[in-house]
């Protein structure tokens, strides 16, 4: 007997027909003898459609409402899912965030948990009911006030709960069946991974490939919860998501992964002074702009040359902005190309193995694509390109990686 | 100042463009120096849309997972509200039922309200809120679990919290003008009534009347919460339901109700024995139907006639039941007619006026209608007539009360 906490996310729900599915699924589970808890997104699309009606009564929604607007999402969720649990047979019983014990702060649309009481929640597993917990939203614990978590936190509730119960394994259940070497979309031979590190799946996530939510996996690290991510429409294993001692596999690259989603900026003849990097990086940051990527070289007569990218959405902005920094500053000039890409390869065993590296490189070169930039961490390796050669980079990478191929990894204690 | 609540229902707030208005509207009150709480219903439809949803996926829902799911309804309705408001420059807060201190019973779907803790309620009318309270629903108090109240719930809840706030007034606004001495469909000379006690309120209420939910007219009258019935879409006044000693006015009839949502059953020949009643109407009771009136006359030879009247929608499974039950107590037949209705005429005046019934007789007699039964309560008289004379019969009865008249109430403490 296991304690399973399950995450089905809006597609999994999306429907009555799916929903009463997923119930089956669940069932089959509990009858095994398992202790199961459920956390649902809200069905597909009903978050986008609440957004759209707050949106058309003020263009910029208080944010304390907005979540109490939000929160309904998942609560009709958990509620129609536990009916058509009963249904099947099935003695589901839901909780909403503030009953499930998810305690945030009161950054309303994207609180923080800051401790899951799971009392009530152990108390109905011991009834042997199947818990059902609404996803995404939780309480503020000095005010009462509703609070969401913001974009795929109901990932974070999983594996909160998770963490919480000390459960066996946090199962993420989406569209795709696991973390893939690369797209699939894009290599058709790109492999599923059996398991992937915690330290990896960040650097994957966070790079675009949108199969975890980044902080549920932040979580799962610093609480040890195994995630496992897998398809709801078959019943093949996916992916494992887990400390890197438990991976035993060689390996030296996991994935390849990208992003188009960013503009390059670069500020020419930048004074090498101090301070000037403040100066260049708070107005943008005051216009609420992420900066990604910053990379400055080591100067070359006083002035040196500084390059950061920003999501496509921005650039405009960020560039109007610059021009008045730029002439403060007394740098040369800003120049900016919307039409970039990031690509990046990623693997824990990259920390042993020199000539990780100029193999990308290498592999980019055959191929005729120019590198822009380069900026590496400990588990990754990314270049900015022209972002026509996404595609092209991507397969180059993954062959020269031998990806496609892989070892098997050894399964110590799946 | 006043401390005021309002009530708004589904049609107020169906629409975006609705609940605008009433924004604007409360913030027109809130500005004049009044302290607000507005209680809002779901938007129209959204509550049987929600249902429908329900019962798709489970033919008898469980109660507690249905509150979750149509606690949803009202919900939506607050958060909407409070971010129209915020565009109109209106300070408004949003309260679910357990942020409001509406602790209840368990009774799911049907849950009394039991306490009102309105610390919360006070600390934001304090700091100049305008405090907008999820109506419908609230919370059992000891399990923590949403709780519903049933339809025109949001009219009681809007008349616990004016108790519990000891507010000047609670106003219900409505898609109607007020309480008219009779349907104004029906009579077009019907007037609107400017003061009626809650004791009349509740035979109207319960005879047919659909302005207030009779739960909330009971709580009113135990409390002495003022309650005045309002248009949304008019400035006009509506009606004042207040206790009995703030009517001055000396009409002896305040209204004529009718309801045509019965059907009649009569039992010939009953044996004159100690529990045959409760053998007649154990089983009645145990199919969930409910009785309304129920008239025994003196027996005679040994026998008597038993007559009660139950919903049309409950007809032919009463009369299936009780063709056993007729056997077993040896009685005579059963005879029913579901094309009844039932006529009443309502007014604290007739306590102190006699010949009222023989008024009301006299007028159904010279347009020539037959009364088959006759029942009469300390401020009301009913008669069971053919149901094609409906019409003719409040037509009849509003003419020969004078009621399209009226006495202009001595207003005294308006």
Do not use: W
Not at 47 to 62: K, S
Not at 201 to 222: T, Y
Not at 259 to 274: F, L, M, S
């Amino acid at each position: 007997m296991a304690l399973i906490v399950q995450k089905y996310g809006g597609t999994s729900v999306g429907g009555l027909n799916r929903i009463r599915r997923v119930a089956q699924k669940v069932k089959t589970l509990a009858e095994a003898g398992n202790q199961v808890v459920v956390v649902l997104s809200a069905m597909a699309g009903e978050t986008d459609r609440l957004l759209r009606l707050a949106q058309e009564v003020h263009p910029d929604p208080d944010e304390r409402e907005l979540d109490v607007l939000l929160a309904t999402g998942e609560q009709q969720s958990v509620a129609l899912f536990c009916i058509a649990s009963h249904a099947v047979g099935l003695d589901a019983h839901s909780l909403l965030g503030f009953q499930a014990g998810l305690l945030t702060n009161h950054r309303y649309g994207k609180a923080r948990i800051e401790l899951v009481d799971a009392l009530r929640v152990h108390e109905l597993l011991d009834q042997g009911k199947v818990v059902v917990v609404a996803g995404f939203q939780g309480v503020d614990e000095d005010t009462g006030d509703l609070t969401t978590l913001g974009r795929g936190g109901s990932d974070t509730t999983a594996v909160a709960m998770a963490a919480a119960l000390k459960a066996d394994v946090c199962e993420i259940y989406t569209d795709v069946e696991g973390v893939f070497t690369t797209d699939p979309n894009i290599v058709p031979e790109a492999r599923k991974l059996e398991r992937i590190s915690y330290e990896e799946m960040l650097e994957m996530a966070s790079l675009g490939a949108k199969v975890l939510d980044i902080r549920s996996v932040e979580f799962a690290a610093k609480f040890g919860v195994r995630i496992h991510v897998r398809s709801t429409f078959t019943d093949r294993e996916g992916t494992m998501v887990v400390p890197e001692e438990q991976i035993k596999e060689q390996l030296i690259i996991s994935g390849v992964a990208y992003n188009k989603n960013e503009a390059r900026i670069t500020i020419k003849g930048v004074p090498d002074q101090p301070g000037v990097a403040r100066k260049v990086f708070t107005p943008i940051s005051n216009a609420g702009i992420v900066v990604d990527v910053i990379i400055q070289n080591t100067s070359v007569d006083g002035t040196t040359d500084l390059t950061f990218t920003v999501p496509k959405t921005d650039y405009k902005k960020a560039m109007g902005l610059l021009s008045t920094v730029c002439s403060e500053i007394g740098a040369k000039e800003v120049l900016g190309d919307p039409n970039i890409a990031k690509v990046s390869i990623i693997g824990i065993g990259m920390r042993n193995h020199a000539g990780v590296a100029s193999k990308m490189f290498g592999a980019l070169a055959d191929e005729g694509i120019n590198i822009q930039t380069i900026n590496t961490s400990e588990i990754k390796v990314s270049c900015v390109i022209d972002e026509k050669y996404t595609e092209l980079a991507v397969r180059a990478l993954h062959k020269a990686f031998g990806l496609a191929e892989g070892l098997e990894p050894a399964a110590e204690d799946i």
